[in-house]
Structures are given as C-alpha cells and as structure tokens.
C-alpha cells in the first residue's frame, strides 16, 4: 500500500505515546515524531492512491470494500470491522423492539459494521440464502493438527457446485492443492460411508463390482467454504490465486 500510494500517514498508539510518520511512494517524508499521549494501542494507516500507477481510477468502489470486509469477517470469527463511507449521506434506520427496521428521519454516513460470531457457517448461509437446503445446518469441519484448517458446507436440492477456497485470507478462486484434497477428501468419504451402508443400488455399480459414481456426482447442489492458515505458502503466477 505504501509503495503505491502518493501520501501514507502512518500513526502508531503504543507505551502510552502517539508516533507518526508520512511517506510518499514507499519514502519516508520525515523521521517518526512524537505527536502524543494515549492510553490505547493499535495502528491507524492513512492513505492516497498514487494516480500515476492507478490511471483508470482511485475512486473507490463502497460495494466492493463492503464484499471484501464482509468476507473478511467471516474469514475470521471475532472481529468487528467497521466500514464509513464520508462521501456519502444515508437515511439513518434503527431496530425497534420487534427487530423491524425503522427510519429516523435522520441523514448519516453510509456505513456497515461486519462482525460474525460463527464464522464460516455463517458465510454458507449468507452464500445459500436463497437455496432449499437438504441438510437444516451447514457442516463445519476445523483442525490446527499440523496447519489450521476451516471448512463448513452445505447442500441444496440444485445442480451447480460452488466451492470458494481461501490461504491466509486470500481468495484463491484458481483453486489448487488444498482445493483438490478437498475435492478428494470429500468424495472419498462418501464413497466409503455409501458403500459401507449399502446405500448405492446396483445399478451404480458395473458388471466388476466397482462404483460409476464420479467425484463431480458428489458434489452436486454442493456449496462450501475451504479456509487454510499456511506460514509459507506457495503460490503460482503473481496474482497468487492457486496454491502450489
């Protein structure tokens, strides 16, 4: 953000004191002062997209930062984020005791507050809103054994498999290996939990006793959520959209 940005302001609260510093395309403007007192810690970054690298636009988008942050706080269950839109002025509504939401009469910024208690089962219901699920509550699977995992899903009487994976919060949308263990994993399971059951009838087997069933028929209607938290991850190609 700093190399990219033509103004970044960078204030620091911490050991009771206010530290700044500016910068303008990555270089420092100045030494750190002292501009304070505080009694909180924490960073507060302010900052001015560089035009000259940003040619098509640096307005921003309050729909796209909104998708983001929601996906963020779903990503990571706790955490209040809090989006304020100072360009724009809103018609202000409350709750009232029945939860209906009223309006004031009263013009605020535009603003959301993102924060989710459940995390990734939430984030399958706020994706399968709209769907006719099969199950009552979306499957939620989490280990740190040898690198964090999250994963919740859910199935719905459709036909269209949506899988959305994410490393250390990045959307992965060209997949990669934990996607496809994922894919395997799951299939597999459910193979081995069908064939155990006797839950396939014959005629899904063939003349030599072995399942048609593919991997892809296990996923249909499927909607998940696949969340890893690698140290040193590899990805491929620059956008770091597949891990390798």
Do not use: W
């Not at 992965?172 to 081995?192: A, C, M, P, V, Y």
């Amino acid at each position: 953000v700093n190399a990219l940005s033509d103004l970044l302001v960078a204030e620091i609260h911490r050991e009771g004191k206010v530290f700044m510093q500016r910068y303008s395309k990555g270089k420092p403007l100045g030494p750190v002062e002292v501009i304070g007192e505080c009694s909180d810690t924490g960073t507060i970054i302010t900052f001015h997209p560089d035009a000259t690298i940003f040619t098509q636009t640096i307005v921003y988008k309050y729909e796209t930062l909104a998708n983001r942050l929601r996906e963020l706080s779903f990503l990571n269950k706790g955490i209040r984020i809090t989006l304020k839109d100072l360009r724009e002025m809103v018609d202000e509504f409350v709750e009232d005791e029945n939860g209906d939401r009223k309006a004031t009469g009263n013009q605020v910024f535009r603003n959301d507050v993102f924060y989710s208690e459940k995390g990734l089962s939430e984030f399958i219901s706020y994706l399968d809103a709209d769907a006719d699920h099969m199950i009552p509550e979306p499957v939620c699977v989490n280990s740190d054994k040898i690198i964090p995992i999250d994963i919740a899903l859910q199935y719905n009487n459709g036909y269209t498999e949506k899988i959305y994976s994410y490393v250390n919060n990045i959307n992965t949308i060209e997949g990669g290996t934990h996607l496809q263990g994922f894919k395997n994993g799951l299939s597999k399971s459910l193979r081995d939990y069908g064939t155990k059951n006797n839950l396939f009838g014959k005629e899904m087997f063939d003349k030599d006793g072995k399942l048609t069933l593919a991997p892809e028929d296990f996923r249909e209607g499927l909607t998940a959520v696949i969340s890893v938290k690698v140290a040193e991850p590899q990805f491929e190609g620059q956008t770091k959209t597949k891990l390798g």
